[in-house]
């Protein structure tokens, strides 16, 4: 029987992670990112379990996740979800993120609608360079809708995708 939050996406099992305080999909991140030492030294990763918003496993392994953190984007005005994501080197270009995001996007832009009080304007991502190949020349990308709007001064693009009921405060 499928777990409580999992979905099967493009051959991947989906487990939504968000705010659920899951200690299994947790563990399996800070392994994964352990493993591979793939997260800045400054970043602790109990500190970024805690921000998972979901985990694609295949076959019981884990293979990609996403973490979001809510914070003040000064030139947008407004909160933002601050996404990152990563699949493990043996899962890459196979889809793991594709099917990580959808059923991810729309979780918490379902979220941030029953929590008002969060103000969430929508998420946000800095595109590392060369990260999403061909994909990243599209101002409206593939498959997620991300749109650049700006560029960081270390050379990163600033993408973004607004919730549909996020109103500008005028
Ligand atoms: C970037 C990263 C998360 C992509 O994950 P992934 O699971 O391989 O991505 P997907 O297979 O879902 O790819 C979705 C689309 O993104 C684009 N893309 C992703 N990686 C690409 C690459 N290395 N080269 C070219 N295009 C790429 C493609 O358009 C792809 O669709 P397609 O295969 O139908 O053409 C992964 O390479 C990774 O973890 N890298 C290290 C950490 C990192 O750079 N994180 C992101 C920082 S912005």
Redesign the pocket.
Known sequence: MAEEGALSVAGFDIRIAWQRNDAGIEADAIEMWTRLD?LPPEVRPEDRAKQLAAAAYSEGQIA?VATGVVEYIDFLRARFLVM????APE?????????LALPTMTMLEQWSKANPNERIAGLI????P??????ARMPWG??FGWTLVAYTHDG?QVRVVWFDHYRIES
């Open positions: 793939i990609a990152r994501s990563m699949t899962f890459r270009r196979t889809h793991a993120q594709v099917a991502g800095f595109v590392e060369g990260a999403w190949g061909e994909a593939p498959y990163k």
